[in-house]
C-alpha cells in the first residue's frame, strides 16, 4: 500500500513563501513520477507541477513558473514544493500524487491547505 501524506501548509502573507512536503511510504518512491495538484473553493482541481522520475524533468502550470519549485530526494522518499512570491489566488488545497508513468496519478495524498492573506 502506497501512501502519500502532505505538509507544510498555513497561512501566509501575499508575497512570503512556504515549502510544501510530500512524504510516500510503500513501493520504491523513485519508480513514481510526482506531481503537485491544487483545488481553491468554487474551483476545479488543476495541475501545478511535475517531476520525473530522478528529479532531471520538471513541469509547471504557466501561472505559477518562476515562482514555484518542485524537486524530489528519493532517499528520503519525499517531493517538495517551494512556493515563492506567494499571490492570494494562490489559495487553495494542495495535492500531491504518485503515478509510473507521466499524466498517470495512482495514488494521492489528502491535501494541505494553504491560504494566501492580502
Known amino acids: 500500500q502506497v501512501q502519500l501524506v502532505e505538509s507544510g501548509g498555513g497561512l501566509v502573507q501575499a508575497g512570503g513563501s512556504l515549502r510544501l512536503s510530500c512524504a510516500v511510504s510503500?513501493?520504491?518512491?523513485?519508480?513514481?513520477?510526482m506531481d503537485w495538484f491544487r483545488q481553491a473553493p468554487g474551483k476545479e482541481r488543476e495541475f501545478v507541477a511535475r517531476?520525473?522520475?530522478?528529479?532531471?524533468?520538471?513541469y509547471y502550470t504557466e501561472s505559477v513558473k518562476g515562482r514555484f519549485t518542485i524537486s524530489r530526494d528519493n532517499a528520503k522518499n519525499t517531493v517538495y514544493l517551494q512556493m515563492n512570491s506567494l499571490k492570494p489566488e494562490d489559495t487553495a488545497v494542495y495535492y500531491c500524487t504518485a503515478g509510473l508513468r507521466p499524466s498517470e496519478h495512482d495514488y494521492w495524498g489528502q491535501g494541505t491547505q494553504v491560504t494566501v492573506s492580502s
Open positions: 510503500g513501493r520504491a518512491f523513485s519508480s513514481y513520477v
Open positions: 517531476i520525473g522520475w530522478s528529479g532531471d524533468s520538471t
